[in-house]
């Protein structure tokens, strides 16, 4: 079983910046795609950013991408997203994802994904 474990949540003033981490345990082979989905109140889930295993393929969200910088660390199993220029829109829970695939075929696609963690919430305050 796979567990993902997210942290670096937290309040920030707008136009501030966060880092969010997650940790993966378990047994995972390696070639595996790590991505960020978030959900705020109210709202359906929306996909972030994703990233491949040799971080060869890259995807973000079209209003997070210009603000946004997703990586990983792969001896340390582990995905970053750092989050800069942070707006009151950005405010959610923060989901870290895992595909056991090189690249999912719709990156954006919760269902193209096989873990979840818990969630870290972040709150950007106007």
């Known amino acids: 079983q796979v567990q993902l474990i997210e942290s670096g949540g937290g309040l920030v003033q707008a136009g501030g910046s966060l880092r969010l981490s997650c940790a993966a345990s378990?047994?995972?082979?390696?070639?595996?795609?790590m991505g960020w989905f978030r959900q705020a109140p109210g709202k359906e889930r929306q996909f972030v950013a994703a990233?491949?295993?040799?971080?060869?393929?890259?995807a973000y969200h079209e209003v997070v991408k210009d603000r946004f910088t997703i990586s990983r660390d792969n001896a340390k199993r582990t995905s970053y997203l750092q989050m800069s220029s942070l707006k009151p829109e950005d405010t959610a829970v923060y989901y870290c994802?895992?595909?056991?695939?090189?690249?999912?075929?719709?990156?954006?696609?919760?269902?193209?994904?096989?873990?979840w963690g818990q969630g870290t919430q972040v709150t950007v305050s106007s």
């Open positions: 378990g047994r995972i082979s390696s070639d595996y795609t």
């Open positions: 994802t895992l595909a056991l695939k090189n690249w999912p075929h719709n990156p954006p696609f919760g269902h193209e994904y096989d873990y």
């Open positions: 990233i491949s295993w040799a971080a060869n393929n890259i």
